[in-house]
Every structure is written in C-alpha cells, then in structure tokens.
C-alpha cells in the first residue's frame, strides 16, 4: 500500500513542466515542493545516476545540531549525483521505525522500489544509474529491496549498506546490481554474524563486505560521540573516513 500511496503522491496532484520543477528544486537546495521525495540536484544540467539515501531507524533527524544525512546528500550533489531522501517514517506518521514493529523491512524495500521506479523516470537522472545507500535499519530494507526487485532490468544498479539490520535478510539472485556491505567490528545493534547467511549466499563478484576493527553501530556519524549509550554505538573518524572513500569509489 505505501508503495502505491507514494506514487499516487508523486503523479497525482497538476505538475509542474520538467525543467520548471527541476528549477524549483535547484533554487530551494532541497526539494521537490511538497512532494514525499526530497531530492538534491547537482548544478549539471545532463542526466545524472541517482543515490537514493535511505536513514537508520530514526530517519532524517539531526543529533547535536549535525544531520548526517544532509551531509552526505549536498557531498553526493557536489559530486554530480542526484540525491534523494527514501523517508519511509514521515508518510506513515511515525517517528521511529519500532525496532520493526512501527514499519517493517518489506515495506521500507517497497518504498525504495517505488522511489527507484519515480526518479528513473525523470529527465534529470540517468536511468541505467539509481543506486541506493542504507543505514542500519534503512540498510536491511536495502536488502530486503534487492530480494524483492522484480526480474528483467534491475531498478538498482549498485547498494552501500552501512551496518546493515540483518535480521530476516536473505540472499538475493537479482543480477545486474553489486553491493557494498560495511560493518563495525564492534557493533553490537546491528550485529554483523546475522549478515553471514546474505555473505555467503551471494557472489564476491557482486557482494564486497568490509569489517572495520574497533568500530561500534553509527561508526561514520560525527555527531556521535566515540561512546555513546553504553557503549553500544559510537562515532569512529577513521572508519568514517575510510569507508566514505570507498563508497565515492565504488559509485564511480
């Protein structure tokens, strides 16, 4: 239901021409008027790929003044892409995600799917380029979106999930999509061993994961400190640092 409910929203209220809406976002930095999607245009005016950023169990909130999200959304704008904000909370009016009890895993993947299929079609996005990275639990619906992707040409085309919510994740046989899986050693919320069972199920050739020593559950956001809430999440500047790196790499 939230799928269709999505793109209901998207086509079913007087749109503006292409390149008027696209104006309209560029002016205001951030959005697509008042439409569900939120989206960040690079200043080129060619076709761009697209990374859907979809957020951990929270959504698109601020910690300690910093929004980690719209930090890596204007650093995906400056390099040329096409960001855009997946927010499976705000149209079903929750807060929080209920550890999966508010929004589960294949709804959060229906509604990837259903912004994966809305921006392939717009004029400013190049259509064989929509990738998508997922934090925790936005990352298992990542995952849950790569399972449940229809055959024939893949709505994505490359996935980076960040300490991936692994519970229920199965392995996928979609082809045409790689994937990039980073984890913290020390993450105790998002444990890395329930992810095995979608590491060794699936191809090296198409999932890259990566073990970051001495790194806790939120290990790239900067608005969290080394330690936080028992020790159980934690900000980790080297681990931030170097797995930003990689992902810019690997959407090149």
Request: proline share 7%; aromatic share 8%.
């Amino acid at each position: 239901m939230m799928a269709v409910g999505i793109i209901a929203l998207l086509t079913g209220r007087k749109r503006l021409p292409c390149i008027a809406l696209a104006a309209v976002a560029m002016a205001a930095n951030v959005s697509l008027a008042a439409e569900p999607l939120r989206v960040f245009l690079p200043s080129a005016d060619t076709p761009n790929p697209a990374v859907l950023l979809v957020p951990g169990c929270s959504g698109f909130v601020a910690r300690n003044g910093i929004n980690h999200y719209e930090e890596r959304a204007r650093e995906l704008q400056a390099a040329g892409y096409v960001a855009v904000f997946v927010d499976y909370l705000g149209p079903r009016q929750l807060t929080d995600c209920g550890g999966g009890r508010n929004v589960s895993q294949p709804e959060v993947a229906a509604d990837i799917l259903a912004a994966a299929r809305w921006i392939k079609q717009q004029p400013y996005v190049a259509a064989d380029k929509i990738f998508a990275i997922g934090w925790s639990y936005g990352g298992g619906g990542v995952l849950a979106a790569l399972t449940a992707m229809p055959p024939g040409e893949p709505l994505l085309t490359r996935a980076v999930t960040y300490y991936p919510d692994c519970r229920g994740a199965m392995p996928w046989s979609a082809t045409g999509v790689t994937t990039l899986m980073l984890m913290g050693a020390l993450d105790a919320v998002a444990i890395p061993a329930l992810c095995e069972r979608v590491i060794k199920g699936v191809s090296p050739n198409i999932l890259r994961s990566v073990l970051y020593p001495n790194a806790r559950h939120g290990f790239d956001m900067r608005s969290l400190p080394e330690r936080g809430e028992f020790g159980r999440i934690g900000y980790n500047a080297d681990a931030a640092k170097t797995s930003w790196t990689a992902v810019l790499e690997f959407l090149r």
